[in-house]
């Protein structure tokens, strides 16, 4: 179980940092250290069992259903990365502690660093191929804040972002990968996965997912063509580079595909791509790097071509190569992160990078350059230090790699031309920043830096010194376990770690290596370190350039397609919805429905026709005419909606007609209202009526319309002329009175059966009113409305007295009839609410009425006559009306029975004789009362608005003026 | 309390109406009172769902029947009454509605509830509508909520009522009568052919139907898909979501992020109670299968193109919908309970991504136009009871604490909400992902589906695109030079930090919580179960 | 009957649709009172028609369901009804609000060309 | 004696029938805003008046209370129109 | 189904349908042939009066003869239409008036 | 102190048992105590109320008006179907002066105007001393201000003043 503890101390050590304050820089060090020295040492004491040979496993379900543990899996191979990510982790902390400003932020750096440790370990930990991308694309985020950690500069963003993009995008297809393989495997186990290592070869599906593999590998090592991320990368902190772009998270690529090399090498599209791949990485890194100006730059491109040259070794199908390919991980990993140091202490004392600017600072910094250069002749593989070593292994392969001539030619010279560029490049970063002189003033003095900031470097140089030298006491073992963990047993090859093998091919080439490098640094000096030649060629196919153009293009194509493919225009919409539900019903009916006309003719009545003669005429009258003469056409619309309520009458429906009827009234006087603020709109301004854009719309909507009403006509009819089913109607008129208790069904349905609709229903007409009500507090009232109010027409009228007991003149007689009214209609609305249940009639209506009475008085005596006598609080109206549909439902519930259970209690009184009180009569009395005030409020608030006009003429005058100037 | 655990069903419904219709007698002055009386409503909401799916993880044999709760309103039994349903995906659903209640009522405690009048009720009333679509049913009762809930979200949609709101309210209002009417003319023609309208008891009617019924009934049933689709926001029939969502003040928004899935959970439920072996389910079929496929595409794309967060996580909202139905469609019986997991790693993403934007608007100086300013309110002093001024979008008033780490928390906020939307490792969003892609996969290799494959390509691809989108979004928000110093207050942190907490948990326990989501999968692709306890007199074809 | 009753919903229903799709916001408010109209007949034919059978039970009659007229897609009517005239409302405010907002009738709040 | 009846019935509501496409017609013919309102409470009269017929000729007085509502309150929508044509609102200040 | 009415108010019945019916059908006429509107408004009255009552009075005594009892609740109808007739006529002459002449200034 | 208003509560009480067609004791009860409720509800609306002094001249005007009304319709009938012998018909407005002031007996006019085809109130002065009428066909005008004044007005008068 400690093996979590490798997980979770860097997790717990990046929260802590992020709560310190931020000037806590040495605490956090400390912290950031303590951390990565704990899980080295614990990894250490794993030691004994990877030499033996075990592997540690520990794992708790996370997922189990689809596969997903969370666990840990430590052999030789994740055991040697693990190391490697917590030492270098270490130095770099103790590094960047020195290097860090004290101007910056530290707990976000140690915090991000931590986690991106944490995310590292979980790669290389991870026993369950799921896990392992979880913890793949975490280190993608992390590296994404880390090097945006400047994030004010612009090269900083754009370069974070990049990162992200790329090996994100990366992440993705190795998911994709990684599912297949498992599904094909049957677990994304690694274990069960490396078992079925010939399934999945074999699988037809082995191509698809060994692209998508590699693509993952390959964003993420950098290779090429993916390789333009990481010197855009190199805006981050110098600590950052030198721990994630060299020695760690780069090689995650490489990583895993050692780790699935079981599972997916061995096969001639392996060889095909990662050997190209590689090689292509190896080529234009190298000869990249000779031609940077920046410090980073060489090193980033640098890095770019020791990469390929790992993934060339790992595709070559061959266990030797295998080896070389883990050596040569490690002492990249060791010679460039003390390079990138190097180049941050350079930068740091100096003040600048480019190689251009600097020279001579052996002088001022010899012991920074003596570390350089160590380090550097490593890289170029100088012998006795690590770097020639496993480069030589990396020669000798290449002669064995293919059997085609052209391989066994091609291989080997271009690893040695590789080979020349590296040395050159090598050459050139010691010769232009720490021999001869500087050509001119630096941005800073420079001196040597603290004795803790050269201590990670040195520490790094020691190793490559003493794994160059003494390969086969120091790293032999480690290299050996590792490569045994990734290979089954059986499969280790032999291999001898010497300094001295002999006079051999690969020593001979080296040295032409050796020699041919330093003659193109020579000609290079020569020439004054020209750019390179084939630069012009490079930027034809430049990754970086085709990026950002790339996603310029992305936003600004997706921007032209989403205005291509949807509309602002609600008419747009409305269009599409209609033709969707004509198409939906049109698919399940087409051809499939029987239309018999001939049988109705002879019964149909002639009043019935004429009837509906007038409510199509008035429909299409209506349509007509509602753009110009929108008075005409909103009384079509109230006569087509008195036709309606007749045909409800006509076909029994009493309740439907009563209901209509009640509402067509109210409707129409809410329209008329609105109709007041809208603009005057005459026939005369029909600029763009006749286009041919227009008039091809106004044939499409034709069309539409009449395929709508053809399609809802015959839907009509076809259920029409086919008998009912049973149903649910037997039960319910059986029950309606026996049970419901009330003669009239349709009332029995809507506050028993289904009571639960009305009492939404109920809800919804309150809501409204109430979002009415907040809408029109904020009513802006168009300013030339304002000023044609109903005074402006007629001036010299003065608005009545709310004081005088009557209107003089023409009002008088409507007010006093109408006043009259109020009163009657009360009656009127109480004899609908207490009869609904037996008769038509009901809560709805009766309220209806009762407001009606309201706003007749509204009508008839205007607002402030009204409200001056009296009070209208149809808030509480509502309130009390939902309370008391809800508490009627409620009542149920002391019966112990369910919710809007029907409870009816029949006391006796003296004189009256008994009473029928019934919960569902209250249920109605809620009805009525919300029906009350939200009608009330919506046309009484929407009177208000004429109140406020008045009010505020100067006001609207003032804005009017406002937005002429304007 | 033993009445009241009977009862629990129906609470839902009822509390919010009752809390909402109290709130109309108090004065808007009594700020305090309104307030705890409304928390005080959805914190009641909050654990009546917490008991029902609680009581649902581990159905006890004897309180549950078959893991279905039925509540027969009004005493009157299916098909004849309404009833009210608690199965495992309506448990579900409530709980992730109170699950983002609360954070979102909290948030607009802070200031956006006295930016308009009578928010608490509408947000109330939301809450019932919401609650009742997901436990009724009954079809023509289920239409009853979709209005309920439409007209509080109309209600909150032009809360603090200006220009924007009011243009994209306008075309939202429209959209959504049209879709009302939509859902009525097929609700109606299910009646005429079926002559039922209970949801248990149509899908025996379907079962048993003549076959020249048949295209009737599907007819309407297509019809009704539509309204639903609508909803949902399918595309082509979505172009009023974004605006509407942009336009919508933060806390509004983020309740909206719930209200397209009650499209899907509909089509999710009748297309489970409509899936007979004789007939294919109308719900499905190819065309629907395409068209969610291209709404998942155009929420990539506008995600790609949005210039603003709002907007941006607008467009994931019609990507998540788009992704929950390609999934549907698709009929891969398999992948139900990991879309139920995408449902609900979703929603509270979207409802916290939401609640971010409109603190990250604050970064950006205050910028009022013509367009965003409000016009002053007038009071109605004769007719409604006194009610105060209301405050602007922007008038913040300073009382409170501001934390101090209030950037960093955005940021932290911000990128988790990423990691949950384009579902990248490795918070639940990516479990969800995965174990879609991990069944899908099963239908891809084994039965060689070319949708399928077209389905995890655009699933992959949806998370990429969204993450370069969001990335791009969340530097300039937070990244950028010409940012004041937002002041936070803790009471809208807290919302927050609540619903990433949400899903980090869900995250940690996925395993129990996909034994549940299997369950619920499992149950809604047997609908027997359902169709028995909801119709206990009616006989069930096997 | 029954054709004629289709064909009245038929004729709302088209004009109800030409209405909602055009640009002016009156006319949509026009279009959807006669789409719900036309929604409420179609609602209400479901329960097929009958003369003089209005669902008021006679107590003296015995209850059978072919003596009344379907009291069902009645209720669903009124319900339908109800709702109507409430979103009708609402949209009406909404859109003399958006033209107080705006300046224009136009459904987009902008003047296009139609 | 009913089929009397009868027939002046069925006459009555064809008469009626006829009067309200007259009205109808008017509507739509106008010339002024104030003849459409004219003709729309005629329609609203003619209305009330079908609504009795059929009292009479299903015996039936379920429909009684239709026809009172609108004698009681057809006038609010010609009258608001009649106030809207008048002052140019519907409900004054 | 209507039962069977006794002739001496089946009688009285039918005429005063048939009577009431031409008067509506007589004043609708005149919404189209009556020249200008202050024409129009007298004849439609004519079905507003005796043609309501015409209708009313026959409604009252079927009904009455149908429940074998006096069956009044018909004069309500006669109320409120009388009630509220001059509302709508005083507005609505007034509308014309001003519409048809421009008020003087 | 107002007076508590009686004939409007009781006429709304028979309203009422008109509507429910019932004359139980529960109803009558119901009848009263709806009426009385809603008067006084909404006795600030209605600040001026009717006096009535001779209430059974009402009888003989409503006698009379019944017959003009069927007179009159007759004769609007036959200008309507054009039956008028040839003769021109010529409109106008009339105005007549009036001596009531009481806005119920004002009102009650109005319905008496309204209801007999031929005539419409047309507008009313400021101080009610003017009524202004059109008619349909305005042979006489004397005649026609005779008989608003004689048949109608001083029936009114008697009623209301
Ligand atoms: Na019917
Ligand atoms: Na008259």
């Not at chain 1, 096969?267 to 980073?296: H, P």
């Not at chain 1, 460039?336 to 001579?360: C, Q, Y």
């Not at chain 6, 001393?129 to 008068?157: C, G, N, V």
Request: aromatic share 10%; with cysteine; net charge positive.
């Amino acid at each position: 179980m400690t093996l979590y503890l490798v997980l979770l101390l860097p997790f717990v050590g990046a929260l802590g940092a992020g709560l310190l304050r931020a000037t806590a820089r040495n605490v956090e060090a400390w912290l950031a250290g303590a951390v990565a020295i704990s899980c080295a040492a614990i990894l250490a004491t794993y030691y004994p069992d990877m030499l033996a040979g075990r592997v540690v496993q520990v794992a708790v379900d996370w997922l189990p259903q689809y596969g997903l543990t969370f666990g840990l899996r430590l052999d030789g191979y994740a055991w040697m990365f693990a190391m490697l990510v917590t030492v270098i982790g270490a130095l770099v902390v103790v590094y960047a502690r020195y290097y860090m400003s004290p101007a910056d932020p530290v707990p976000r750096f140690f915090s991000f660093l931590l986690a991106f440790m944490g995310s590292m370990l979980g790669v290389v930990l991870s026993g369950n191929l799921i896990q392992l991308v979880m913890f793949w694309e975490l280190t993608s985020f992390t590296s994404f804040v880390l090097i945006a950690y400047w994030y004010h500069r612009t090269d900083a963003r754009a370069g974070a972002r990049m990162a992200l993009t790329v090996t994100a995008a990366g992440g993705m297809c190795l998911l994709a990968g990684v599912l297949m393989m498992g599904h094909i495997a049957g677990s994304y186990d690694l274990d069960r996965v490396l078992a079925a290592a010939d399934t999945i070869r074999a699988h037809s599906l082995y191509p698809w997912l060994l692209t998508m593999v590699l693509l993952g590998a390959f964003t993420k090592s950098a290779q090429f063509p993916f390789h333009f991320w990481l010197p855009r990368a190199m805006a981050a902190p110098t600590p950052v580079s030198s721990y994630l772009h060299s020695a760690t998270m780069v090689k995650a690529g490489v990583f895993l595909l050692a780790r699935l090399w079981p599972v997916l090498s061995g096969t001639d599209l392996w060889f095909a791509i990662v050997c190209s791949a590689g090689l292509a990485s190896l080529l234009v890194g190298a000869y990249a790097a000779t031609f940077q100006r920046d410090m980073k730059g060489v090193l980033a491109y640098s890095t770019i071509s020791h990469l390929g040259l790992i993934t060339l070794l790992l595709g070559m199908n061959s266990t030797l190569a295998l080896v070389a390919a883990v050596f040569h991980m490690l002492n990249h990993a060791t010679f460039k992160a003390s390079l990138f140091m190097a180049a941050g202490i350079v930068d740091h004392e100096t003040g600048t990078r480019d190689l251009k600017r600097l020279g001579g600072l052996y002088h001022a910094m010899p012991i920074t350059a003596t570390l350089a250069m160590v380090a550097a002749a490593a890289m170029a593989g100088v012998p006795l230090l690590n770097g020639f070593l496993s480069k030589e292994m990396f020669f000798a392969e290449t002669m064995f790699a293919g059997e085609a001539l052209w391989l066994r030619i091609l291989l080997p010279a271009t690893a040695i031309l590789a080979g020349m560029f590296s040395v050159a490049y090598s050459a050139r970063l010691i010769r232009q920043v720490f021999l001869g002189t500087a050509p001119g003033e630096l941005p800073r003095t420079p001196h040597e830096p603290t004795r803790w900031m050269l201590l990670p470097s040195a520490t790094l140089v020691l190793l490559c010194l003493l794994v160059g030298v003494l390969p086969g006491r120091t790293i032999g073992p480690v290299l050996d376990l590792a490569t045994r963990a990734i290979l089954s047993d059986g499969r280790m090859p032999v291999y001898s770690l010497k300094v001295w093998h002999g006079l051999n091919m690969p020593l001979l080439m080296s040295a032409a290596a050796f020699i041919g490098g330093l003659a193109i640094h020579a000609w290079m000096t020569h020439l004054g370190h020209p750019e390179g030649v084939l630069k012009p060629l490079f930027r034809r196919f430049d990754g970086k350039r085709a990026f950002s153009v790339l996603q310029v293009r992305l936003i600004r194509g997706a921007t032209r397609l989403v205005n291509g493919i949807s509309s602002t225009r609600l008419q747009t919409q409305l269009a599409l919805i209609v033709v969707a539900v004509i198409t939906a019903a049109a698919v399940a009916t087409l051809g499939r429905l029987n239309l018999d006309l001939t049988t109705d003719l002879a019964q149909i009545d002639p009043a019935f026709a004429l009837l509906w003669v007038v409510g199509g005429a008035c429909a299409i009258g209506a349509a007509l005419q509602a753009k110009f003469h929108r008075l005409a056409a909103l009384i079509m619309v109230g006569c087509a909606g008195l036709v309606t309520s007749l045909t409800f009458a006509w076909f029994s429906a009493p309740d439907l007609a009563l209901t209509q009827v009640s509402v067509e009234v109210v409707t129409t006087v809410l329209l008329l209202l609105g109709l007041r603020w809208m603009p005057k709109r005459l026939a005369m301004d029909l600029k763009n009526r006749d286009t041919a854009r227009a008039r091809a719309r106004r044939v499409r909507d034709a069309t539409l319309a009449i395929v709508a009403g053809v399609g809802m006509a015959v839907l009509a009819y076809v259920v029409l002329t086919q008998p009912a089913g049973p149903g649910i109607r037997d039960f319910i008129v059986k029950n309606a009175l026996p049970g419901g208790g009330g003669h009239n069904i349709v009332n029995v349905i809507l506050v028993d059966f289904r009571g639960f609709d009305t009492f939404g229903e109920i809800t919804v007409v309150g809501i409204v009113a109430l979002t009415i009500y907040k809408l029109l507090r904020r009513f802006r009232p168009a300013p030339e409305v304002m000023a044609s109010s109903g005074q402006k027409r007629d001036p010299g009228r003065e608005l009545p007295d709310p004081r005088d007991a009557v209107p003089k003149g023409v009002m008088l007689v409507p007010a006093i009839i109408g006043r009259l009214l109020l009163p009657m209609a009360g009656v009127v609305s109480v004899f609908f609410l207490l009869r609904g249940h037996n008769a038509p009639g009901g809560g709805f209506v009766g309220g209806l009425v009762m407001a009606t009475g309201f706003i007749a008085q509204y009508l008839v005596n205007g607002t402030l006559w009204v409200e001056s006598r009296l009070r209208i609080h149809p808030q509480y109206w509502i309130g009390g009306g939902l309370l008391c549909a809800a508490g009627a439902g409620c009542l149920a519930w002391f019966a112990s029975l369910p919710y809007m259970s029907a409870i009816v209690w029949e006391p006796k009184l003296p004189l009256l004789g008994k009473l029928h009180l019934s919960s569902v009569l209250v249920f109605d009395l809620g009805v009525y009362l919300l029906v009350v005030g939200t009608t009330t409020l919506m046309l009484i608030a929407l009177a208000h608005q004429s109140l406020r006009s008045h009010r505020r003429v100067a006001e609207a005058e003032e804005l009017t003026s406002v937005r002429m100037v304007r | 309390m033993s009445t009241l655990l009977r009862h629990l069903p129906v609470l839902p419904i009822v509390l919010p109406l009752i809390s909402g219709a109290l709130l109309l007698f108090l004065p808007q002055q009594r700020t305090v009172l309104r307030s705890s009386i409304a928390l005080l409503s959805t914190l009641a909401q909050v654990a009546i769902a917490a008991y029902l799916l609680h009581r649902l993880i581990d159905p006890q044999p004897g309180l549950l029947e078959h893991g279905v709760e039925v509540y027969v309103l009004g005493g009157w039994v299916a098909p004849y009454g309404i009833v009210l349903v608690v199965d495992r995906l309506s448990a579900l659903m409530l709980a992730l509605n109170a699950a983002i209640a609360l954070p979102v009522h909290v948030y607009s405690l802070a200031h956006w509830d006295r930016v308009g009048v009578h928010y608490h009720s509408m947000l109330q009333f939301l809450l019932m509508g919401l609650n009742g679509a997901f436990l009724t049913g009954d079809l023509f009762n289920l239409f009853v909520f979709f209005e309920i809930l439409l007209s509080a979200s109309y209600g909150l949609l032009l809360h603090g009522s200006n220009a924007v709101r009011v243009k994209a309210g306008l075309h939202y209002v429209a959209v959504n009568l049209a879709g009302s009417l939509i859902f009525l003319i097929g609700v109606a023609l299910i009646y005429g052919v079926a002559g039922t309208l209970n949801m248990a008891d149509l899908g025996v009617q379907w079962a048993a139907m003549a076959p020249e019924r048949r295209s009737l009934f599907e007819a309407g049933v297509g019809i009704l898909g539509i309204a639903f689709l609508i909803k949902a926001g399918i595309w082509p029939l979505n172009f009023w979501l974004p605006k509407t969502y942009t336009a919508a003040s933060p806390p509004v928004a983020a309740m909206f992020a719930i209200m397209t899935k009650v499209g899907v959970y509909a089509l999710l439920r009748m297309g489970s109670l409509l899936a007979i072996p004789e007939a294919p389910a109308p719900f499905a079929g190819p065309w629907l299968f395409y068209g969610t496929v291209a709404t998942m595409w155009f929420g990539i794309v506008g995600m790609l193109a949005a210039r603003q967060l709002t907007r941006l996580v607008a467009f994931s909202v019609i990507a998540s919908s788009g992704t929950l139905l390609a999934v549907i469609a698709l009929g891969v019986t398999s992948a139900t309970a990991p879309v139920l997991l995408y449902l609900i790693a979703s929603v509270p993403a979207g409802t916290a991504f939401f609640l971010i934007a409109g603190m990250t608007e604050r970064l950006r100086v205050n910028s009022v136009t013509e367009e965003t300013r409000a016009p002053q309110p007038t009071t109605y002093t004769a007719f409604m009871a006194g009610e105060p001024h209301e405050v602007g979008d922007n008038e913040l008033d300073e009382v409170g604490v501001a934390i101090p780490a209030a950037l960093a928390f955005l940021g932290m906020a911000f990128v988790s909400c990423t990691l949950l939307t384009t579902g990248m490792p490795p918070l639940v969003g990516f479990m969800a992902k995965f174990s879609i892609i991990s069944a899908l996969l099963g239908a891809a290799m084994d039965q060689s589906s070319l949708d399928a494959w077209l389905l995890i390509v655009s699933l992959l691809a949806a998370g990429f695109a969204g993450l370069i989108a969001l990335t791009k979004r969340g530097m300039r928000s937070f990244w950028s030079t010409g940012r004041t110093t937002p002041r936070l207050r803790f009471i809208e942190a807290m919302p927050v930090a609540f619903l990433i907490l949400l899903c980090v948990t869900m995250t940690i326990a996925a395993g129990p919580v996909m034994n549940y989501l299997d369950s619920a999968a499992e149950w809604l692709h047997e609908p027997n179960a359902y169709i028995h306890a909801v119709l206990p007199t009616r006989e069930v074809s096997p | 009957m029954e054709l004629i009753y289709s064909l009245a919903v038929g004729i709302f229903c088209a004009c109800g649709v030409w209405l909602l799709l055009r640009p002016r916001t009156f006319q949509v408010i026009l279009g959807l009172a006669l789409l719900s109209y036309a929604t409420n007949l179609f609602i209400f034919a479901m329960g097929r028609l009958t003369l003089d059978r209005p669902p008021l039970i006679d107590p003296n009659v015995v209850a059978d369901a072919s003596l009344y007229d379907d009291p069902i897609p009645q209720a669903l009517v009124l319900t339908a009804i109800v709702i109507g005239f409430a979103t009708t409302a609402l949209f009406l405010v909404m859109l003399i609000a958006s033209r107080g907002f705006t300046g224009t009738d136009h459904v987009d709040g902008v003047e296009k060309d139609e | 004696m009913n089929t009397v009846l009868h027939a002046a019935v069925w006459f009555a509501q064809l008469c009626f029938a006829l009067a309200m496409v007259n009205a109808a017609i008017a509507v739509m013919r106008g010339p002024t805003a104030q003849d459409r309102v004219l003709a729309l409470d005629t329609l609203y009269i003619n209305g009330m008046l079908t609504l009795l017929l059929f009292g009479v000729r299903w015996a039936s007085f379920v429909h009684f209370e239709v026809a009172m509502l609108i004698a009681l309150f057809g006038f609010v929508g010609s009258a608001s129109l009649a106030m809207f044509l008048y002052r140019g609102e519907v409900i004054e200040p | 189904m209507m039962p069977e009415i006794p002739a001496w108010i089946a009688l009285p019945a039918t005429v005063l349908l048939i009577v009431g019916g031409l008067l509506t059908l007589v004043g609708s006429i005149g919404l189209l042939r009556m020249p200008n509107f202050f024409m129009r408004i007298h004849s439609v009255s004519m079905g507003n009066t005796l043609g309501v009552g015409c209708v009313l009075v026959a409604s009252m005594l079927i009904a009455s003869a149908v429940a074998h009892r006096p069956v009044i609740h018909e004069l309500l109808i006669t109320l409120f239409v009388v009630f509220t007739a001059p509302i709508t006529a005083i507005v609505l002459m007034q509308a014309a008036i001003r519409r048809t002449k421009p008020p003087k200034q | 102190m107002k007076r508590i208003p009686v004939l409007l509560p009781l006429g709304l009480a028979v309203l009422w048992l008109v509507l429910t067609e019932s004359l139980s004791w529960g109803n009558v009860a119901l009848g009263l105590v709806l009426g009385f409720g809603m008067v006084l509800s909404f006795q600030n609306l209605r600040p001026v109320t009717p006096r009535f002094r001779r209430v059974h001249v009402g009888f003989g005007l409503l006698f009379k008006v019944l017959v003009d009304i069927v007179k009159s319709n007759i004769a609007v009938g036959r200008i309507v179907l054009g039956l008028t012998h040839g003769r021109e018909v010529r409109s106008g407005f009339l105005d007549i002066p009036l001596d009531m002031r009481d806005p119920h007996g004002l009102a009650v006019l109005a319905m008496i105007v309204t209801a007999t085809p031929g005539t419409v109130w047309s507008g009313l002065a400021d101080d009610s001393s003017m009524l202004r009428l059109h008619i349909l066909d305005l042979q006489d005008p004397e005649a026609w201000i005779r008989t608003i004044k004689q048949r109608y007005e001083r029936p009114l008068l008697e009623i209301f003043e």
